[in-house]
RNA sequence: GUGCCGGUGGUCUAGUGGUAGGACCUGAGCCUUCCAAGCUCAUGGCCCGGGUUCAAAUCCCGGCCGGCACACCA
C-alpha cells in the first residue's frame, strides 16, 4: 500500500497533478492535472465513453456549466444544498443548526424548511446548549452556507446564477428536447462528461475533496411500468456488496455473490441499478482498479441525497481508506417532475395504449358573453375552476345554481351558462413522467484510485525501483523510444521508429539523455507499458533491422523487426494480445535483469 | 469552520537573529553496447504581508497553502 505522501510526490514531481495557482499562493480545492495526468484522466475519460455512451448506445451531451437560479429552485438544490451552521462561541465549533433543533424538539423533523430566523428563536426558546462543550448557544447567529458558487449573468446586478453542482441537471434541464431528439420513445439514455463544482466547507486529502471536479454520469429514462435492463448481460459478474444491513449489524460482512442472485435475493431492489453495477464492475476492471479493494456499499436511509429513493456506491480503498467513486441511484421521477412543475415545457412523453381507451368526460363550456360582462377579470379564472370543479365533482352540477372560489372569492352562476356536459373521448394514451436511473462516477478520484492501486515497488538488480502498473489502455504514454546510446546511426534510427509509431496513432516519448537504465525507470514511474530500444545488433548485416521491446512490470525484453513493430503494438495495446503472447513469436532477450 | 503541527531549489531535507548546505532530479560534457553507475561543470531556494530589531528566512501577528483530529461531504 502506498501513503497518499507518496503518491502526491510522485504525481508533482511527474506531472500528473498538483495544487492550483502555487504562484499565487495557491487555491484550496482546486488542482492542475499535468501532462501526464491529463492524458491519463482523458483515457479513463475515453474508456468510460466507450463503454456507458458508445457500447449502451446512449447519447452525449455538452450543457453550460452556468445554469440560472430557477433551475436549481427547481432541482432542489437552493434549498436542500443549504448547511445550517451555528458556532459556538465559547470552544469554536460548528454545529448544523438544523440537526441540533431536530435532535432536540420532538416535533420537528425538518428544521431546515424554517429558515434562519425561525431557527436561530427555536434555539432561544429551547435554551439549546453546545454538544462540544456544553455552552449556551442562545444568540449566536446562524448562518446560511450553500455549497452552490453563485455568480451573476450578464452586466450589472444581472440575473443570479450558479455553477452546477452535478453535471446532471444540464441533462434533465433539456430533456424536453432531449426527448425530440430520441423520437419520443422510452427508455433512452443521455451522458455528460464535465466539470462540477462545490464550494466546500473544507477540502480535503489532496484530490479527493476538491471544490471543481470531473464527472462522468449517465441519465438512463425509462418507463417504470414497461422497461427492464438487459439483465442477462451481467446476471454472472460477481460483485463484493454492503448492503445496509450488514453496515447496522454488529458482524456485519460484505457479500459475494453475483448481479443475479443479488436481484433473486433482493438485496438489490432496483434492477436498473442492479444491471449498472454489473456494468461498472466490468469496467472498473478493465481500466485497472484492484477488485480486491473494490465494493458496492448501499447508502444507509439518513444518507441518501433528496432526489434519491435507493442508492449504492462504488467505492475504492486507497492509503487504508474507503472513498466514493461512484453512485448508483435511482432517482424515480423527481427531477422531471421538478422541472415540469417549474417551467413552461413538458417533461413527459407520451405513451399509446395498446388499445385505445373510451372515457366519460365531464366538461364545461361556459358562456363567456355572460361570464365577462359579470365578473370582469376574474371571468377567465372562473372557468377555470368550473373546469376543475367539473371534473373533480360533477355532480355539483345537477342543481341550478354552482359555487366555485377563486382567491378567496365566491362565485355563484347559473348551471345553463356553465354548459355542463359529459362528453364520450377517445384517448390513445397518456403523458407519463419517465424515472431516472442514475450511474454517476467521479473522473478524478477514479484517476486516484488507478494510481494508488497501480502504484507499485520492486527490486531489479538489487536497486528499488518504482513503477505504475497502468493498464496499457489507460496509460498517458504508449511506448517510450530510446538509442542504446548516442552514436548517430542509432540516434537517427531511433528518430525514425519514433516518428513511424507516431504516424500509426501511438502516443510516443522519446529520450536519448543519459544512462538507459535511468530512461527505463522515469518511464516506469510514470507507467509506460513499453520501450523500444535501438541498439547495434539490431542494424548489424542486411537482414531488417531490429528492435528490443521492454515490457514495463516484468522488465523482460525481445527483440523485433522495426517493420513488424508499430503492427504488435498496436494489438496489444487495443487489448487484443498480451507482451506474453508476443514473447512466444519472437525471440526473447536475454538481459541479465533479475526482478524480485 | 475550529484545534494542533508544519511551509527552505523541481522533489526530499539540514540549519542559524548577521540573507543558506546536502541528497536526488534537471541541463552541458567525458565515459558507456540494456536497467537510477562514475567523473567535471552548470541552473535553481528561505510561502505572502505587516510588526519588533542596527539587522528577520529565523522572533511576534495576520493571511495563504498543506497534514492530522473534530465538524461537514445533498
Given at each position: 500500500?502506498?501513503?497518499?505522501?507518496?503518491?502526491?510526490?510522485?504525481a508533482?514531481?511527474?506531472?500528473?497533478?498538483?495544487?492550483?495557482n502555487?504562484?499565487y499562493?495557491?487555491?484550496?480545492?482546486?488542482?492542475?492535472?499535468?501532462?501526464?495526468?491529463?492524458?491519463?484522466?482523458?483515457?479513463?475519460?475515453s474508456?468510460?465513453?466507450?463503454?456507458?455512451t458508445?457500447?449502451?448506445?446512449?447519447?452525449?451531451?455538452?450543457?453550460?456549466?452556468?445554469?440560472?437560479?430557477?433551475?436549481?429552485?427547481?432541482?432542489g438544490?437552493?434549498d436542500?444544498?443549504?448547511d445550517?451552521?451555528?458556532?459556538?462561541?465559547?470552544c469554536?465549533?460548528?454545529?448544523?443548526?438544523?440537526?441540533?433543533?431536530?435532535?432536540?424538539?420532538?416535533?420537528?423533523?425538518?428544521?431546515?424548511?424554517?429558515g434562519?430566523?425561525?431557527?436561530?428563536?427555536?434555539?432561544?426558546?429551547?435554551?439549546?446548549?453546545?454538544?462540544?462543550?456544553?455552552?449556551?448557544?442562545s444568540?449566536?447567529p446562524?448562518?446560511?452556507?450553500?455549497?452552490?458558487?453563485?455568480?451573476?449573468?450578464?452586466?450589472?446586478s444581472?440575473?443570479?446564477?450558479y455553477?452546477?453542482?452535478?453535471?446532471?441537471?444540464?441533462?434533465?434541464?433539456?430533456?424536453?428536447?432531449?426527448?425530440?431528439?430520441?423520437?419520443?420513445?422510452?427508455?433512452?439514455?443521455v451522458?455528460?462528461?464535465?466539470?462540477?463544482?462545490?464550494?466546500?466547507?473544507?477540502?480535503r486529502?489532496?484530490?479527493?475533496?476538491?471544490?471543481?471536479?470531473?464527472?462522468?454520469?449517465?441519465e438512463?429514462?425509462?418507463?417504470p411500468?414497461?422497461?427492464?435492463?438487459?439483465?442477462?448481460d451481467?446476471?454472472?459478474?460477481?460483485?463484493?456488496?454492503?448492503?445496509?444491513?450488514?453496515?447496522?449489524?454488529?458482524?456485519?460482512?460484505?457479500?459475494?455473490?453475483?448481479?443475479?442472485?443479488?436481484i433473486?435475493?433482493?438485496?438489490?431492489?432496483s434492477?436498473?441499478?442492479?444491471?449498472?453495477?454489473?456494468?461498472?464492475?466490468?469496467?472498473?476492471?478493465?481500466v485497472?482498479?484492484?477488485?480486491?479493494?473494490?465494493?458496492?456499499?448501499q447508502?444507509?436511509?439518513?444518507?441518501?441525497?433528496h432526489y434519491?429513493?435507493?442508492?449504492?456506491?462504488a467505492?475504492?480503498e486507497?492509503?487504508?481508506?474507503?472513498?466514493?467513486i461512484?453512485?448508483?441511484?435511482?432517482?424515480?421521477?423527481?427531477?422531471?417532475?421538478?422541472h415540469g412543475?417549474?417551467?413552461?415545457?413538458?417533461?413527459?412523453?407520451?405513451?399509446?395504449?395498446?388499445?385505445?381507451?373510451?372515457?366519460?368526460?365531464a366538461?364545461?363550456?361556459?358562456?363567456?358573453?355572460?361570464?365577462?360582462?359579470?365578473?370582469?377579470?376574474?371571468a377567465?379564472?372562473v372557468?377555470?375552476?368550473?373546469?376543475?370543479?367539473?371534473?373533480?365533482?360533477?355532480?355539483?352540477?345537477?342543481?341550478?345554481?354552482v359555487t366555485?372560489?377563486?382567491?378567496g372569492?365566491?362565485?355563484?352562476?347559473d348551471?345553463?351558462?356553465?354548459?355542463?356536459s359529459?362528453e364520450e373521448?377517445?384517448?390513445?394514451?397518456?403523458?407519463?413522467?419517465?424515472?431516472?436511473?442514475?450511474?454517476?462516477?467521479?473522473?478524478?478520484?477514479?484517476v486516484?484510485?488507478?494510481?494508488d492501486?497501480?502504484?507499485?515497488?520492486?527490486?531489479?538488480?538489487?536497486?528499488?525501483?518504482?513503477?505504475?502498473?497502468?493498464?496499457?489502455?489507460?496509460?498517458?504514454?504508449?511506448?517510450a523510444?530510446?538509442?542504446?546510446?548516442?552514436d548517430?546511426?542509432?540516434?537517427?534510427?531511433?528518430?525514425?521508429?519514433?516518428d513511424?509509431?507516431?504516424a500509426?496513432?501511438?502516443?510516443v516519448?522519446?529520450?536519448?539523455s543519459?544512462?538507459?537504465?535511468r530512461?527505463?525507470?522515469?518511464?516506469?514511474?510514470?507507467?509506460?507499458?513499453?520501450?523500444?530500444?535501438?541498439d547495434?545488433?539490431?542494424?548489424?548485416?542486411d537482414?531488417?533491422?531490429?528492435?528490443?521491446?521492454r515490457?514495463?512490470?516484468?522488465a523482460s525484453?525481445l527483440?523485433?523487426?522495426?517493420?513488424?513493430?508499430a503492427?504488435e503494438?498496436?494489438?496489444?495495446?487495443?487489448g487484443?494480445?498480451?507482451?506474453a503472447?508476443?514473447?512466444?513469436r519472437?525471440?526473447?532477450v536475454?538481459?541479465?535483469?533479475?526482478?524480485a
Amino acid at each position: 500500500m502506498v501513503g497518499q505522501q507518496a503518491l502526491t510526490e510522485l504525481a508533482k514531481r511527474r506531472g500528473f497533478f498538483f495544487g492550483a495557482n502555487e504562484a499565487y499562493g495557491g487555491t484550496a480545492g482546486f488542482y492542475t492535472f499535468g501532462p501526464e495526468g491529463a492524458a491519463l484522466k482523458r483515457n479513463v475519460e475515453s474508456a468510460w465513453r466507450e463503454r456507458f455512451t458508445l457500447r449502451l448506445g446512449n447519447e452525449e451531451i455538452e450543457a453550460p456549466t452556468v445554469m440560472p437560479e430557477p433551475v436549481f429552485e427547481a432541482s432542489g438544490h437552493l434549498d436542500g444544498f443549504d448547511d445550517m451552521l451555528i458556532e459556538c462561541a465559547e470552544c469554536g465549533e460548528s454545529h448544523r443548526a438544523d440537526h441540533l433543533i431536530e435532535d432536540a424538539v420532538a416535533d420537528i423533523e425538518d428544521a431546515e424548511a424554517l429558515g434562519v430566523d425561525r431557527v436561530e428563536e427555536l434555539i432561544r426558546e429551547h435554551d439549546l446548549a453546545c454538544p462540544t462543550c456544553g455552552a449556551a448557544l442562545s444568540g449566536e447567529p446562524v448562518e446560511d452556507f450553500n455549497l452552490m458558487f453563485e455568480t451573476s449573468i450578464g452586466p450589472g446586478s444581472g440575473q443570479p446564477g450558479y455553477l452546477r453542482p452535478e453535471t446532471a441537471q444540464g441533462i434533465f434541464v433539456e430533456f424536453p428536447r432531449l426527448k425530440e431528439y430520441a423520437r419520443g420513445q422510452l427508455p433512452f439514455g443521455v451522458t455528460q462528461i464535465g466539470p462540477a463544482y462545490r464550494n466546500e466547507i473544507s477540502p480535503r486529502r489532496g484530490i479527493i475533496r476538491v471544490r471543481e471536479f470531473t464527472q462522468a454520469e449517465l441519465e438512463q429514462f425509462i418507463d417504470p411500468e414497461e422497461d427492464e435492463p438487459p439483465l442477462e448481460d451481467v446476471a454472472d459478474v460477481e460483485v463484493t456488496l454492503y448492503p445496509a444491513s450488514e453496515q447496522n449489524a454488529d458482524d456485519g460482512d460484505y457479500i459475494q455473490t453475483t448481479i443475479g442472485e443479488a436481484i433473486d435475493e433482493e438485496i438489490i431492489g432496483s434492477p436498473w441499478v442492479a444491471y449498472f453495477l454489473g456494468v461498472a464492475q466490468g469496467w472498473y476492471e478493465r481500466v485497472g482498479v484492484d477488485m480486491d479493494r473494490f465494493r458496492f456499499r448501499q447508502h444507509l436511509a439518513g444518507e441518501r441525497a433528496h432526489y434519491a429513493a435507493d442508492c449504492w456506491d462504488a467505492e475504492s480503498e486507497v492509503g487504508g481508506n474507503w472513498i466514493e467513486i461512484a453512485g448508483f441511484a435511482y432517482r424515480g421521477d423527481y427531477d422531471l417532475r421538478k422541472h415540469g412543475e417549474h417551467s413552461e415545457d413538458r417533461f413527459t412523453v407520451f405513451k399509446r395504449y395498446d388499445e385505445p381507451k373510451t372515457v366519460e368526460r365531464a366538461t364545461v363550456n361556459p358562456d363567456m358573453s355572460a361570464l365577462g360582462p359579470e365578473f370582469g377579470g376574474a371571468a377567465g379564472d372562473v372557468a377555470d375552476a368550473l373546469q376543475e370543479l367539473a371534473e373533480s365533482d360533477p355532480d355539483a352540477f345537477d342543481s341550478n345554481e354552482v359555487t366555485v372560489d377563486v382567491d378567496g372569492e365566491s362565485y355563484t352562476i347559473d348551471t345553463d351558462v356553465a354548459n355542463f356536459s359529459v362528453e364520450e373521448q377517445t384517448e390513445n394514451g397518456e403523458h407519463i413522467t419517465p424515472h431516472v436511473v442514475e450511474p454517476s462516477f467521479g473522473v478524478g478520484r477514479t484517476v486516484y484510485t488507478l494510481l494508488d492501486h497501480a502504484y507499485s515497488e520492486d527490486t531489479v538488480d538489487d536497486e528499488t525501483r518504482t513503477y505504475l502498473s497502468l493498464a496499457p489502455e489507460i496509460a498517458p504514454t504508449d511506448v517510450a523510444v530510446f538509442p542504446l546510446v548516442g552514436d548517430d546511426d542509432l540516434v537517427t534510427t531511433a528518430d525514425d521508429v519514433a516518428d513511424e509509431l507516431r504516424a500509426a496513432g501511438l502516443s510516443v516519448s522519446y529520450d536519448d539523455s543519459g544512462s538507459i537504465g535511468r530512461r527505463y525507470r522515469r518511464q516506469d514511474e510514470i507507467g509506460t507499458p513499453f520501450c523500444v530500444t535501438v541498439d547495434h545488433e539490431g542494424l548489424e548485416g542486411d537482414s531488417e533491422p531490429t528492435v528490443t521491446l521492454r515490457e514495463r512490470d516484468s522488465a523482460s525484453q525481445l527483440r523485433i523487426s522495426v517493420a513488424d513493430l508499430a503492427a504488435e503494438l498496436e494489438a496489444v495495446l487495443a487489448g487484443d494480445g498480451t507482451f506474453a503472447d508476443l514473447q512466444d513469436r519472437y525471440e526473447r532477450v536475454d538481459t541479465d535483469v533479475t526482478t524480485a
